[in-house]
């Protein structure tokens, strides 16, 4: 069993950016010591990636705010995060899941079983996305997420996220099985 680690669009934009908040500021650290815990040839990471017209997108009429746009300073993984991880295959998604990283991993998944662990931003939107397609591509591996790594919108709505993906069967760390 090869145990993976997924960070999720540790970006900044969504720390300190058009769309950060206080939550997601403050998982920066616990994030940093979770990547050091695994081998660095173990560790996936996603970036959001949009275009200039992203305000004519379908995402962007439902959410008007320009972000992680492709070659600004707030698409790129914070630089802290991004030196703790040189060696991560990054995989830029231009939506909330992506197929290509679930694709990726399940190839992987075909060489040596994966245990996969994900951490990152925002919990409600693309860690739950990504948990799930990767649940869907892998049924019956482990997927598990980090609560203290992640953070979401709200915390109302980082919580009912993690209550969604208990319900899918999406492990989490540091907590009790039921």
């Known amino acids: 069993m090869k145990k993976v680690l997924v960070v999720i669009d540790m970006q900044n934009d969504f720390i300190d950016g058009s769309l950060g908040t206080a939550e997601a500021q403050a998982i920066v650290g616990k994030v940093l010591e979770k990547i050091k815990a695994y081998p660095a040839d173990r560790i996936y990471a996603t ?25 600004t300073d707030g698409w790129q993984i914070r630089p802290e995060i991004a030196r703790a991880m040189p060696d991560a295959v990054i995989v830029d998604k231009p939506t909330f899941g992506s197929t290509a990283l679930a694709e990726l991993l399940f190839e992987e998944n075909k060489k040596e079983t994966l245990e996969i662990e994900l951490v990152g931003l925002c919990t409600d939107i693309c860690v739950v996305s990504n948990a799930l397609l990767l649940k869907s591509f892998m049924p019956d591996n482990r997927i598990a997420v980090d609560p203290a790594c992640c953070a979401g919108v709200t915390p109302k709505s980082h919580e009912a996220a993690l209550l969604t993906m208990k319900m899918c069967q999406i492990a989490m760390e540091g907590q009790e099985q039921a």
């Open 47 to 71: 970036r959001d990636t949009h275009g200039e017209n992203y305000l004519e997108t379908p995402e962007g009429k439902s959410l008007p705010v320009v972000h992680c746009v492709r070659g």
